[in-house]
């Protein structure tokens, strides 16, 4: 395979984008991926962060590229945009949230549509939402309640997340104290 070949592969499996850690893996130097983007075949997105625009632009990339910049390898969508993109209420946040390890801090141009929480999520705590990191939908409430969410909002989130056995009936009971004490 060609190097442009390996980073298509990549790419195909993350709405079209790749990152220069990525390319790095696959044996490809930042130079090489400058010579792509010169060429028409790849464009610089962001820092650290390319795009094959032969792939057709979804309404998901936002979020794939919001996870991908971070360049932290635990980041996943989180807070008020998890329960968003899980459909658990009328929540339409204004800034694409994310959760990042504690220790990870960005110092990077293009986060200006970004809402960073640093916190060491355990495994079962990060899921997948079309193919995006994405925090479960339990630990987005848990969030949500500590970051402030409105109350309405999260007695409907916690409701629906029942009705689609999302979340247990236990955790339902509990995030519902946890709200109450607010």
């Not at 990549?10 to 010169?38: H, I, P, W």
């Not at 995006?132 to 409907?156: K, M, S, Y």
Request: aromatic fraction near 8%; charge should be negative.
């Amino acid at each position: 395979m060609t190097m442009q070949a390996d980073l298509w592969e990549v790419a195909t499996e993350q709405y079209g984008f790749v990152t220069t850690r990525m390319a790095r893996e696959l044996g490809v130097s930042n130079v090489e991926l400058a010579k792509l983007a010169n060429r028409h075949q790849l464009r610089h997105v962001t820092h650290g962060v390319y795009r094959f625009d032969q792939l057709p632009v979804t309404e998901r990339d936002d979020y794939m590229l919001a996870v991908l910049w971070t360049g932290a390898d635990n980041a996943a969508l989180s807070h008020e945009t998890a329960l968003a993109v899980y459909e658990l209420c009328e929540v339409n946040p204004d800034q694409i949230h994310l959760t990042v390890p504690k220790a990870k801090r960005i110092r990077r141009d293009g986060g200006e549509g970004y809402v960073l929480h640093n916190e060491d999520l355990d495994a079962p705590e990060v899921g997948w939402w079309e193919g995006i990191p994405t925090v479960t939908v339990a630990t987005a409430i848990r969030q949500c309640i500590e970051f402030g969410t409105p109350h309405n909002l999260l007695v409907t989130a916690i409701t629906t997340a029942r009705r689609r056995g999302a979340i247990t009936e236990t955790d339902a009971a509990r995030f519902r104290r946890e709200l109450a004490r607010r």
